[in-house]
């Protein structure tokens, strides 16, 4: 069975220093693997996908995710925060092949101080 | 532009006051689904629909009813509210084929069973 947790519920970093929100999944078989933002009062936006072309997976606004297999991780990092990174992050994975649902973690609250 | 509209984004109602939330996508995506976001709970499917009159259960369907007589609109039905299904809810749609889950939200409903 699919499942992803999200190890952090809420991170913590000061503008211009790096973020790292980290998310473990399981899957029976080669899985599609996604970063949402949700900003406060909105709906969720699609950062990023991971289908198996690269490990390495840039997204929007600077965020990059590096899927390892040998780890199970799927990592969502950004080289340097800025204050409209604040918002919550949730790591997907695909709950089938058919691709007919999307299992959520229960999500990270990126707070990003001055 | 593309998107995903829903209405109301907010709905205060009572127990047992039938309601109807929409959902209307603008990209001629085959699939469509909802699902509700609870605090701790990340998001958890409600229903999907593959095509016109095609719809199936996701993870948490009961309460509700959905119907889908046009590819671009999948309204979300709950005949008899009660207030365990207070909650956020989003509609999202995607394309077919490996396109399927790659999903698009809309804005959100906030919806409150008193």
């Known amino acids: 069975a699919q499942s992803v947790t999200q190890l952090d519920s809420h991170v913590s970093v000061s503008e211009g220093t790096p973020v790292l929100l980290r998310c473990n999944y399981s899957s029976s078989y080669s899985p599609s693997l996604f970063w949402y933002v949700q900003h406060p009062n909105k709906g969720l936006q699609l950062l990023l996908k991971y289908t198996s072309a690269a490990t390495l997976v840039k997204g929007i606004n600077g965020f990059e995710a590096e899927f390892k297999k040998s780890e199970t991780s799927f990592h969502l990092t950004k080289p340097s925060a800025h204050m409209s990174d604040a918002a919550e992050y949730f790591c997907v994975v695909s709950a089938n092949q058919a691709g007919t649902a999307l299992i959520f973690g229960k999500g990270t609250t990126l707070s990003v101080s001055s | ?114």
């Open chain 2, 1 to 114: 532009e593309a998107q995903v509209t829903q209405n109301p984004r907010y709905l205060i109602t009572v127990t047992g006051k039938k309601l109807t939330v929409t959902c209307s996508q603008n990209m001629n995506h085959e699939y469509m689904s909802w699902y509700r976001q609870d605090p701790g709970l990340g998001l958890r499917q409600i229903y999907y629909s593959m095509n016109v009159e095609v719809t199936d259960k996701g993870d948490v369907p009961e309460g509700y009813k959905v119907s889908r007589k046009e590819k671009r609109n999948f309204p979300l039905i709950l005949e008899s509210p009660s207030p365990n299904q207070t909650s956020l809810y989003f509609c999202a749609s995607s394309g077919g084929g490996p396109l399927r889950d790659t999903q698009y939200f809309g804005p959100g409903t906030r919806l409150t069973v008193l």
